[in-house]
């Protein structure tokens, strides 16, 4: 076994459990950062949309005008675009319709935002999951790499006469790699999965509270009829 302890040796020496360790780490970092990078521009376009609809839907504009022009627009509706369509088409379906009561109308419409906001929120959550899991195995994945390096370290003294530091210390690097790969991994997930909670969690608030509010609006609209 050479002296040679730079990283690339460490971990191209490494026998085949702690390499496959490292890979699958390695792995499951690049993965999160897509996923992070993804996750934070969704999330931020998923504000900006929110914050843009709201000045608009608060501007005193009909509701109606606000329907047609997010139904005749060139890109698609986003977040709570898609709860405010969904609720409004619901209810004006419903007020076509003769001998429905005022309370009927609304609850309807409410029942389809309260889907469509659903549908947003799981589309919103889709990858955090994963980045939960990495930040919670990671490091134990790691440190059954180094144990198992370890372990290969002190097994292969048995052929030696006179056990030195010079005999375990490339192993054993090799081994500690694993760990440190593995907090590579986990500490960036950990991190992006707590913020990014805390930005759906405000979110999912918002659009709760929207629906709340437009719930309001329509059942004026629907008893003023």
Do not use: C
């Not at 076994?1 to 390695?26: E, G, P, W």
């Not at 005008?65 to 675009?81: H, N, Q, T, W």
């Not at 990014?196 to 509270?209: I, K, N, Q, V």
Request: charged letters at 25%.
């Amino acid at each position: 076994m050479t002296n040679d302890l730079s990283i690339y040796h460490l971990i191209v020496n490494a026998s085949f459990v702690v390499q496959f360790a490292m890979f699958i780490l390695l792995t499951a970092s690049v993965v999160s950062w897509t996923f992070i990078f993804n996750k934070r521009k969704e999330l931020k376009q998923a504000f900006t949309v929110t914050e843009e609809f709201e000045e608009a839907f608060w501007s005193g504009r009909e509701l109606s005008d606000l329907y047609k022009k997010l139904s005749a627009s060139e890109f698609e509706p986003e977040g709570i675009e898609k709860i405010f369509l969904a609720g409004y088409k619901e209810f004006s379906r419903m007020r076509q319709k003769e001998d429905i009561a005022p309370v009927v109308q609304v609850e309807s419409a409410q029942r389809v935002m309260r889907i469509e906001l659903t549908r947003e929120l799981d589309r919103l959550d889709e990858t955090l999951p994963f980045l939960a899991t990495v930040g919670s195995t990671s490091p134990y994945v790691g440190l059954f790499g180094t144990v198992w390096g370890i372990m290969n370290s002190f097994r292969a003294l048995g052929d030696v006469k006179q056990a030195t530091l010079a005999n375990v210390a490339p192993g054993i690097a090799e081994a500690l790699i694993a760990t440190a790969i593995g907090l590579f991994a986990a500490i960036p997930a950990v991190v992006a999965y707590n913020r990014f909670s805390t930005r759906l969690d405000r979110l999912t608030g918002r659009y709760e509270l929207f629906v709340d509010e437009f719930v309001v609006l329509l059942q004026r609209q629907a008893h003023s009829k």
